[in-house]
């Protein structure tokens, strides 16, 4: 079993929004692997004497404990329960009701003697190489399905000159219709305080005999492939395999260097945390 990991902040001043972890039970049977990118807040008031990193340290470290120690819980029953205790966490000091209280994108994979289980939400991705040398690339594609309205908005912010009052107030616009759709219908779903987005996630197995790989990604890694364009999900996966986690960060870096403002590759953070899980069970 090969297992590599790596994650840094898109600013070293900030503190690092991502989560990573794997874990293989006494038995040597199988493994679980968890990756959580924390949404960064709004720079006012968000209901929470907390911050993203402690709630994605609380939330990751509960769905990896309830997914290694209760195998008979299904991932969707073990992140349930672990945002169930995270919110119970600060349930008393804090306003879990507020539509930006701390909350995570995350994927999560578990395997056995005989089968790959795997979850998705939200815009963190799981790519599953398979023995053939296929990679499926495991998305929840609901931030890529927003109405045309909102799509539209998005494309005037896009048009207009960076740095003007004009692109600041679509951008507040932008930014307003977006977050009527965060863990709404018809929008999008992250792992907030309510256990029942757990089931909004994307999910699903895959024989072990067929496995050759995981590649868990934060969406600072994945942008190499979908902001970038820098390679396939199959060429993602070969950088990871035969460079390592901190290979696929350390061209992100660059490319992210190249184009400082965005200008040639549109992205709502010039740098992001970035997080890389890789797993040959």
């Not at 991705?125 to 109405?147: F, I, W, Y």
């Not at 870096?253 to 709502?268: F, L, M, N, S, T």
């Given at each position: 079993?090969?297992?590599?990991?790596?994650?840094?902040?898109?600013?070293?001043?900030?503190?690092?929004?991502?989560?990573?972890?794997?874990?293989?039970?006494?038995?040597?049977?199988?493994?679980?692997?968890?990756?959580?990118?924390?949404?960064?807040?709004?720079?006012?008031?968000?209901?929470?004497?907390?911050?993203?990193?402690?709630?994605?340290?609380?939330?990751?470290?509960?769905?990896?404990?309830?997914?290694?120690?209760?195998?008979?819980?299904?991932?969707?029953?073990?992140?349930?329960?672990?945002?169930?205790?995270?919110?119970?966490?600060?349930?008393?000091?804090?306003?879990?009701?507020?539509?930006?209280?701390?909350?995570?994108?995350?994927?999560?994979?578990?395997?056995?003697?005989?089968?790959?289980?795997?979850?998705?939400?939200?815009?963190?991705?799981?790519?599953?190489?398979?023995?053939?040398?296929?990679?499926?690339?495991?998305?929840?594609?609901?931030?890529?399905?927003?109405?045309?309205?909102?799509?539209?908005?998005?494309?005037?912010?896009r048009a207009l000159p960076r740095g003007s009052a004009?692109?600041?107030?679509?951008?507040?616009?932008?930014?307003?219709?977006?977050?009527?759709?965060?863990?709404?219908?018809?929008?999008?779903?992250?792992?907030?305080?309510?256990?029942?987005?757990?089931?909004?996630?994307?999910?699903?197995?895959?024989?072990?005999?067929?496995?050759?790989?995981?590649?868990?990604?934060?969406?600072?890694?994945?942008?190499?492939?979908?902001?970038?364009?820098?390679?396939?999900?199959?060429?993602?996966?070969?950088?990871?395999?035969?460079?390592?986690?901190?290979?696929?960060?350390?061209?992100?870096?660059?490319?992210?260097?190249?184009?400082?403002?965005?200008?040639?590759?549109?992205?709502?953070?010039?740098?992001?945390?970035?997080?890389?899980?890789?797993?040959?069970?």
């Open positions: 079993m090969h297992i590599a990991l790596a994650t840094e902040p898109g600013d070293p001043q900030r503190p690092n929004e991502d989560y990573t972890s794997v874990a293989l039970p006494a038995s040597g049977q199988g493994g679980v692997l968890v990756l959580l990118d924390g949404v960064t807040p709004p720079e006012e008031d968000y209901g929470c004497l907390h911050t993203v990193p402690w709630f994605t340290a609380r939330l990751g470290g509960a769905m990896l404990e309830l997914s290694v120690s209760h195998r008979d819980m299904t991932l969707p029953d073990a992140l349930a329960a672990a945002i169930s205790r995270t919110a119970d966490a600060h349930r008393t000091t804090c306003d879990l009701s507020h539509p930006r209280t701390p909350q995570a994108t995350l994927v999560a994979a578990r395997w056995s003697e005989d089968t790959v289980e795997h979850l998705v939400l939200s815009d963190s991705v799981l790519l599953v190489e398979r023995t053939d040398g296929s990679v499926l690339p495991v998305l929840d594609p609901r931030l890529d399905e927003l109405p045309p309205a909102v799509r539209d908005l998005q494309a005037v912010v004009e692109r600041a107030a679509a951008g507040r616009e932008y930014g307003r219709a977006v977050e009527a759709l965060r863990n709404a219908e018809g929008g999008f779903f992250t792992a907030a305080a309510d256990p029942s987005v757990a089931a909004r996630a994307v999910t699903g197995s895959t024989p072990r005999s067929a496995l050759r790989s995981l590649t868990a990604l934060s969406d600072g890694a994945s942008r190499w492939v979908e902001v970038f364009r820098a390679g396939s999900w199959a060429d993602c996966v070969a950088l990871v395999a035969g460079q390592g986690p901190q290979a696929l960060i350390d061209r992100v870096r660059a490319a992210e260097a190249a184009d400082p403002a965005g200008a040639a590759h549109p992205r709502g953070k010039a740098r992001d945390d970035a997080a890389v899980i890789f797993v040959a069970p």
